[in-house]
């Protein structure tokens, strides 16, 4: 008979796994110069699931695999805060992003004696991308870029349309009362 805790590592896995091969998928679809706008709307569900999936199955845990998650899960969104303020300050380059996350997971993990299997590996990177999707710092796809350049232009020239109507009631207005005065004197 197989015991619950290699029930719930083996789903837990199952999920990493899955979720892993969408992004990993996703990534190389994306560099061949596939549109990927839905696939990535359902990698975001896909990974929005594994979370939750988690959540679920994390009070049954045993308590050392229980805190272990923990500690990754809450230092995996931790980390991807940091990198991404080293990626804005210029200290790090934009594909230096994970690395850097996935070292400030790995020296706590370090710090607190837990080593650092293939597993943990594996529910490192899904922390991190579940953290990167948590906080809206996902790449924009270049159709995403697209609309919002075009909504953009579409602004200006409303706002140069009605720039151009107010100056012109301005001069209106100022010719008026230019010849309501010179009337009145």
Not at 39 to 59: F, H, M, Q, R, S
Not at 113 to 118: E, G, P
Not at 140 to 160: F, H, M, R
Request: hydrophobic share 40%; no cysteine; aromatic share 4%.
């Amino acid at each position: 008979m197989i015991s619950v805790q290699t029930i719930q590592l083996v789903t837990t896995g199952v999920v990493t796994g899955g979720v892993l091969s969408f992004l990993g998928f996703t990534f190389y679809a994306k560099k061949k110069g596939i549109k990927l706008g839905s696939i990535l709307n359902k990698a975001e569900e896909v990974v929005n699931t594994a979370g939750a999936t988690l959540d679920t199955i994390e009070p049954v845990l045993p308590p050392a695999i229980a805190s272990n998650l923990e500690y990754i899960e809450k230092w995996a969104k931790i980390a991807v805060g940091k990198a991404q303020q080293l990626y804005h300050s210029g200290e790090i380059g934009k594909d230096d992003r994970k690395t850097k996350a996935e070292e400030v997971v790995n020296d706590l993990l370090k710090e607190l004696n837990i080593t650092t299997t293939d597993s943990i590996k594996t529910l490192i990177d899904a922390a991190i991308e579940y953290a990167v999707n948590e906080s809206g710092h996902v790449e924009k796809t270049e159709a995403e870029k697209e609309i919002e350049k075009q909504a953009l232009q579409a602004q200006v020239a409303q706002l140069t349309t009605e720039n151009t109507t107010l100056k012109n009631a301005i001069t209106t207005a100022a010719s008026t009362v230019q010849t309501t005065t010179s009337a009145a004197q």
